[in-house]
């Protein structure tokens, strides 16, 4: 009983350890790195829902679709700028919905498929979202 005792008190000091980590970096990111973190999150989630619906866990299969879903609408579609992105972020705002209704079905008909495309719509969006970002740093160092 003390190992296990033990063992949960390693679980959570190395939790909040993480949690002040996260925190860290999120206090000390550019905008650009703040977006390029929500992808992480978002596809970091998909990932554990594929586990989660792989090992018949139906309820933690939900959490982690759900932190997804809540990730690309209330951050990656709600940091949009319809005004000064225009084309660009009507498209990806109907992208994001689209990766929300994908996600959903998903959680509601255990579809590994529906898991699959949405992570890698994510994957590709985030590949370009990075690549521009390591432009303007080249741009800003020359």
């Known amino acids: 009983m003390n190992v296990m005792r033990g063992a949960t008190?390693?679980?959570?000091?190395?939790?909040?350890?993480?949690?002040?980590g996260?925190?860290?970096g999120v206090m000390s990111a550019s905008p650009h790195q703040l977006i390029t973190m929500l992808f992480d999150g978002a596809i970091a989630s998909i990932r554990a829902a594929r586990i989660q619906m792989q090992d018949g866990n139906i309820p933690e299969k939900g959490k982690a679709i759900s932190k997804a879903m809540d990730i690309v609408n209330?951050?990656?579609?709600?940091?949009l700028d319809a005004e000064?992105?225009?084309?660009i972020a009507e498209?990806?705002?109907s992208l994001y919905d689209y990766i929300s209704r994908l996600l959903l079905a998903a959680?509601?008909?255990?579809?590994?498929?529906s898991l699959d495309e949405a992570e890698a719509l994510?994957?590709?969006?985030?590949a370009a979202w990075?690549?521009?970002?390591?432009?303007?740093?080249?741009t800003a160092v020359a």
């Open 9 to 20: 008190a390693y679980g959570r000091g190395a939790g909040a350890y993480a949690r002040v």
């Open 22 to 24: 996260v925190e860290s």
């Open 74 to 79: 209330n951050g990656l579609a709600a940091a």
């Open 84 to 87: 000064r992105g225009g084309e």
């Open 91 to 93: 498209r990806l705002a």
């Open 107 to 113: 959680n509601l008909h255990n579809d590994e498929k």
């Open 122 to 126: 994510l994957e590709d969006v985030s």
């Open 130 to 138: 990075r690549e521009i970002g390591e432009q303007q740093t080249q």
